[in-house]
């Protein structure tokens, strides 16, 4: 009886592994709670890198009010608190959200999707990332924040640098990186 015992003790510890050892593309399965929790915000068979587009660049008064979106260096998650999906993000490149601001700003690390605002809402503003260790130009653009006053930015691992942003004759700049333990939120950009 007691070897009995032992054995369905260690097939209940096999199976219990077995359902929480979920990979990010087992998360997703059809009739699952975290597929059910994808399918309710129109965000099925999306990867990671085009949820978070999706979602940064919605409009404030469309963005779910049931969902947060955090996204993590290696990882986005998506919870509506009582169910959680993460997905994994790519290998070769992070999201760096950035929300400049003249004179209101929040503190922040990992970027939240559905729930950051920036205050330079639609604001053309223009953007350069640095590479500190050679002094390289890796992204130079003008763009236009988003509703939430981010602007969203997918750059290479393991840089670190500095930001410099533009804006209505404002400028300011303030560091970044992309290493695997930084923030995807910065918000501590401040233009005079």
């Not at 087992?26 to 979602?55: F, K």
């Not at 996204?71 to 490149?93: G, H, I, K, R, Y």
Request: charged fraction near 20%; hydrophobic fraction near 40%; glycine fraction near 4%.
């Amino acid at each position: 009886m007691k070897r009995l015992t032992t054995l369905a003790t260690a097939a209940a510890a096999i199976l219990s592994l077995t359902l929480t050892g979920c990979s990010a593309s087992d998360a997703a399965a059809p009739d699952t709670p975290s597929a059910d929790l994808l399918a309710s915000h129109n965000l099925t068979d999306m990867s990671a890198r085009e949820i978070v587009d999706t979602l940064d660049r919605m409009n404030v008064s469309d963005r779910p009010a049931d969902l947060i979106a955090s996204v993590q260096p290696d990882a986005l998650v998506l919870t509506d608190n009582v169910t959680e999906v993460s997905l994994d993000m790519p290998d070769d490149v992070t999201y760096v959200s950035v929300a400049p601001f003249v004179s209101q700003t929040h503190e922040c690390f990992y970027h939240s999707l559905t729930t950051c605002r920036g205050e330079l809402s639609a604001q053309q503003i223009e953007v350069r990332f640095i590479d500190d260790a050679t002094g390289n130009v890796i992204l130079e653009e003008t763009t236009t924040t988003f509703d939430n006053g981010f602007a969203g930015f997918w750059l290479p691992r393991n840089l670190s640098g500095t930001i410099e942003v533009t804006y209505d004759g404002k400028t300011g700049e303030t560091p970044f990186s992309t290493a695997n333990d930084a923030a995807t939120c910065i918000t501590t950009l401040q233009l005079t």
